[in-house]
Each structure stands twice: as structure tokens, then as C-alpha cells.
């Protein structure tokens, strides 16, 4: 594993990702297809090209040719989001499901979408932004350039930043009494943490998450009437998230015919699902829609 450096450059990206797949592929036993490439952005694996990926501050690239370059290696590119798809559907708990979602409740909110047992690419490449719904639209100002996305909520930071607005007004809390210095590494963990110990202001943040995934699942389901859903990342690890408190507001907020018939289960591929997810493209046939 490498920090990604991103401030040196896409050039510098790409080049250090090649040095660790000729490290790897130096010391493997076994012959190798290829090399599956997942990127936190607009990708078009047709052309082998990044569209745009603003947490990188990539703009377009054409990253196949760059990495082949360095590897001697075909390449595939593929979504992150999606990459995360593909792992929980091939090797963790959606197997087998026609029509599978993904979510990913992280640093920002992924999703990736498995639709009649192909995936859902889109037209640039980056398949479903569910993170990018608006849940609240007079609510926080997203990095997309609207308010209230769903991301803005139940995002890691989501979680983060409602908790510090609500410290003020709750001195009494363990969280509020954490010295300014340590606020940046205030963290879901924690919060869950203090929710278990009977913590008031968590718990208020805690039934605000489920609240808000609730509303947001509940708006996918009626949408796509999937099989199953996955969800994965930092927030979800706590057990209280898929509480029954959970599934009784999603199923408030279905279709009756939908109602309780969704299985909505924690990723089992946790950290290494992107990784297994960009392997797949090598393993599998996926067809894409
Ligand atoms: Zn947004």
C-alpha cells in the first residue's frame, strides 16, 4: 500500500502504481491477465480514458495507455463505486441477486448498481451517484454544488459535523468535552462508542443517521425494487446502524408489495471490495449497461 501523493501529480500517480504492480507481479507465482484499475470518478473503459476525478484533481487522461506503458500489461478501468459492486456482488453476499445495490458509507456516500445482472455504467462511465440525491434541499452545501445530498448526512463527515453543531447545546455530553485540539479526530467510531455508553447527544446523532439513511434506502428501493443491498464503509461497521429501527423506516417509506422483502445486509467484503471488485474485471464477464 502507497499514500497516493496526489499533489505530485497524475503523471506521478501512474507512474508509482506501475512501480508497485512490477514489485507484485515480480514476486507472483501465478500468470497474469491483467490489470483492473478502479478510479474515484468518471472513467470510460472503452476508450481507457479517466473522464474527471476531482478528489485526484484529474481532469481527462488517458490512463490505459499510460499504465500499460509502465507494466507492459493490459488494463481496465472501472468506477470505484462500482469496483465496490462487483466485489459484494461476485465474492461477498450478492451473488445471485438480478438487480443489487451497493452503498458505501464513507468519506463520501458510493454506490454502485447491478441492474437485470449487468452493470450500470451510464453513459460516463459512473453509473449511479445515489450520494448526490438531494435528501434536504435546504440543508448543507454539498461538494457537488447542491444542498442536502444524501451524502452530506450520512457520510462519515456527515456524521462528524452534525455532532459538533449539536455540542454547544449539550455540554453535559462526553463528546462536547473533547478539547478542541482532538476535534479532527472525532470520528463515527466514537460516536457509536459514546451512543453505547449511553451518551444523550449520541444518540440523537446516532437515530438522525438511521433517520436520514432510512429516507434515502427507502427512495432506492421504490426506485430500482432490488433483490438485495449491501452496505459497507466506516459508518456502517457499528451494528446499531442495521438496526430494526432501520428496516421498520424503510419499511414505512416502500411500496406495500416491497415491504420487507428486500435483504439489506453489511458488506462482507468490507475494506478490500474495490480492490476484489477491479480484480473481477479480469475473472468475469461483466456486461455493462
Ligand atoms: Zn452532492
Known amino acids: 500500500m502507497l499514500p497516493t501523493r496526489r499533489e505530485k501529480g497524475a503523471e506521478y500517480v501512474l507512474k508509482q502504481i506501475g512501480k508497485l504492480i512490477n514489485e507484485l507481479a515480480e514476486s507472483a507465482s501465478a500468470h497474469i491477465l491483467g490489470v483492473g484499475l478502479a478510479l474515484p470518478g468518471e472513467v470510460d473503459n472503452q476508450r481507457g480514458y479517466c473522464l474527471y476525478c476531482p478528489n485526484l484533481k484529474w481532469g481527462e487522461l488517458e490512463v490505459r495507455e499510460r499504465l500499460t506503458q509502465e507494466t507492459a500489461l493490459p488494463v481496465r478501468l472501472v468506477n470505484d463505486a462500482n469496483a465496490a459492486c462487483l466485489g459484494e456482488y461476485f465474492y461477498g453476499g450478492g451473488e445471485g441477486a438480478p438487480t443489487f445495490l451497493s452503498i458505501t458509507l464513507g468519506t463520501g456516500v458510493g454506490s454502485g448498481l447491478i ?18 440525491m438531494v435528501i434536504d434541499p435546504l440543508g448543507y452545501p454539498c461538494a457537488c454544488g447542491r444542498r442536502g445530498c444524501w451524502e452530506t448526512l450520512v457520510s462519515a463527515p456527515g456524521m462528524v459535523r452534525r455532532t459538533q453543531e449539536k455540542m454547544k447545546r449539550a455540554p453535559e455530553s462526553k463528546l462536547s468535552q473533547i478539547a478542541d485540539d482532538d476535534l479532527p479526530g472525532l470520528s463515527p467510531e ?97 456486461e455493462t449497461i
Request: proline share 2%; glycine share 14%.
Open 115 to 132: 441492474l437485470a445482472g449487468r452493470l450500470y455504467t451510464g453513459r460516463f462511465g459512473s453509473g449511479v451517484e445515489a450520494g448526490h
Open 190 to 286: 466514537a460516536i457509536f462508542q459514546a451512543f453505547r455508553a449511553g451518551d444523550s447527544l449520541a444518540r440523537v446523532v446516532v437515530e438522525e443517521t438511521i433517520f436520514y439513511l432510512a429516507i434515502g434506502l427507502a427512495n432506492l428501493i421504490n426506485l430500482f425494487n432490488p433483490y438485495k443491498i449491501s452496505l459497507g464503509g466506516g459508518v456502517a461497521e457499528a451494528e446499531e446502524i442495521l438496526s430494526s429501527n432501520l428496516l421498520e423506516r424503510i419499511n414505512a417509506n416502500v411500496f406495500p408489495t416491497i415491504r420487507g422483502k428486500v435483504e439489506i445486509f453489511k458488506a462482507k467484503q468490507g475494506y478490500y471490495g474495490g480492490v476484489i471488485g477491479a480484480a473481477s474485471l479480469w475473472l468475469h464477464k461483466i
